[in-house]
T-cell receptor, first 112, second 116 residues
Framework: DAGITQSPRHKVTETGTPVTLRCHQT?????MYWYRQDPGHGLRLIHY???????DKGEVSDGYSVSRSKTEDFLLTLESATSSQTSVYFC???????????FGPGTRLTVL | AQKVTQAQTEISVVEKEDVTLDCVYE???????LFWYKQPPSGELVFLIR??????QNEISGRYSWNFQKSTSSFNFTITASQVVDSAVYFC?????????????FGRGTSLIVHP
């Protein structure tokens, strides 16, 4: 198993509150990604990182920010959560061949 | 732009039937990778296989086999003698092999339901 953990695994919050999700890897991989998964949409990329302090936007980045101050940690922040951000969030890293991705267990976020 | 199409939204079979999940892709790159992932009802995403665009050999792993055909831009996945434990959503994905951010493009997934 790729050493990827996500915390929290479940969270219920209220509209307008900030939320931070954490992804931690023990594999020392350079690339890390945040996705959201919603019924009918598959996996959609929110943000990704290609190194410490190097991040870029994905296709659904509005309302989200990220930070990577250490190789092993990639944080996703919802600055002011909305009900449309209710989703399952997955973190991923690339494998040693720099192509296949390995995913964390996911975080189920509910915004009321 | 890269694109992955999994036209089958849901497939329902009875145990022991063979089933093929279709994946059609589009890319302008000559070098790329194709992947299959499995997402069982428990929710985790499990990597199954990676195939390099230069390697068109089919692959078999137990009851699973993959048929890669560049001529038709397809990378289909067959489960032989399906079992209830094969019930899951299966995702096909494509990524460029050179440079860039190694960001794959995912299909929308095919939900496979295997009935006992």
């Amino acid at each position: 198993d790729a050493g990827i953990t996500q915390s929290p695994r479940h969270k219920v919050t209220e509209t307008g509150t900030p939320v931070t999700l954490r992804c931690h890897q023990t594999e020392n991989h350079r690339y890390m990604y945040w996705y959201r998964q919603d019924p009918g949409h598959g996996l959609r990329l929110i943000h990704y990182s290609y190194g410490v302090k190097d991040t870029d936007k994905g296709e659904v980045s509005d309302g989200y920010s990220v930070s990577r101050s250490k190789t092993e940690d990639f944080l996703l922040t919802l600055e002011s959560a909305t009900s449309s951000q209710t989703s399952v969030y997955f973190c991923a890293i690339t494998g040693t061949s720099y192509n296949e991705q390995f995913f964390g267990p996911g975080t189920r976020l509910t915004v009321l | 732009a890269q694109k992955v199409t999994q036209a089958q939204t849901e497939i329902s079979v009875v145990e022991k039937e063979d089933v093929t999940l279709d994946c059609v892709y589009e890319t302008r790159d000559t070098t790329y990778y194709l992947f299959w992932y499995k997402q069982p009802p428990s929710g985790e995403l499990v990597f199954l296989i990676r195939r390099n665009s230069f390697d068109e050999q089919n692959e078999i792993s137990g009851r699973y086999s993959w048929n890669f055909q560049k001529s038709t831009s397809s990378f289909n996945f067959t489960i032989t003698a399906s079992q209830v434990v094969d019930s899951a959503v299966y995702f096909c994905a494509l990524s460029e092999a050179e440079g860039g951010s190694y960001i794959p493009t995912f299909g929308r997934g095919t939900s496979l339901i295997v009935h006992p």
